[in-house]
């Protein structure tokens, strides 16, 4: 891992599903570079396991699909770091791979609850405190998947196109200000998410990237620290593909 030395000093973000996977290997590379983290997700004991590997992380059991919920972890984020200047949205769930016709509505619910409304939720509830210093920088965590769609996949695929278009609306409605919203579209990286997956989903996930392999958690958190970061100035309302060259558009 590449240090930038100072790169977030006096920056503090907020990082959704922040204590496994894209998340959590963004969150060490802020508190490494210089910035403070408050680490939000679900697992109580990933929490656990994050705050011995992350110093000094702030930590919060968060349900993002909860709106009042966020809003009330986002007022003590505020209160106890004084600033938010980084949201990093990476919660999210795959849900059942399944044709579209046998998909569980319950799960389907809980998908697009998890993975866009989760955003917009904590989008919503962190962009007002960002106006309050006029800087920000937003990451949604999307996927190939919302540009493609994966078969079986329906509400994972659907959840992240509709994440795509959330980012590009935020970004254009804040592009006067110092706030810049981007997203990003990884292929299947290893992360802890794929537990959720079936084997032949994920091999049929790799045999889509031209470079035949998953990509590392540590190449997507590179890309993510770098859209966090103030040196991301002129891009906002964008996406970024990060995809083993398996992305076409």
Known sequence: MTIFSGRFQHRTAVITGGASGVGREAAVRIVAEG????????????????????????????????????????????????RIDVLIASAGITGPTATVWEYPPQEWRRVIDVDLNGTFNSCRAIVPYMLRHDYGRIVNIASVAGKEGNPNASAYSAAKAAVIGLTKSLGK?????????????????????????????????????????????????????????????????????????????
């Open 35 to 82: 910035g403070r983290v408050c680490l939000w997700d679900w697992d109580e004991k990933a929490l656990d396991a994050a705050a011995k590997a992350i110093p000094g992380a702030e930590l919060a059991r968060v349900d993002v699909a909860d709106a009042d919920e966020v809003a009330r972890a986002a007022e003590r984020a505020y209160a106890a770091f004084g």
């Open 173 to 249: 409605e804040l592009a006067q200000t110092g706030v810049r919203v981007n997203c990003v579209t990884p292929a299947t990286f290893k992360s802890p998410i794929l537990s959720q997956l079936p084997q032949s989903q994920i091999d049929y996930m790799r045999s889509k990237i031209p470079m035949g392999r998953l990509g590392e958690v540590e190449e997507v958190a590179a890309l993510v620290c770098w859209l966090s970061s103030e040196e991301c100035s002129f891009s906002t309302a964008a996406t970024f593909d990060i995809s083993g060259g398996r992305t076409t558009y």
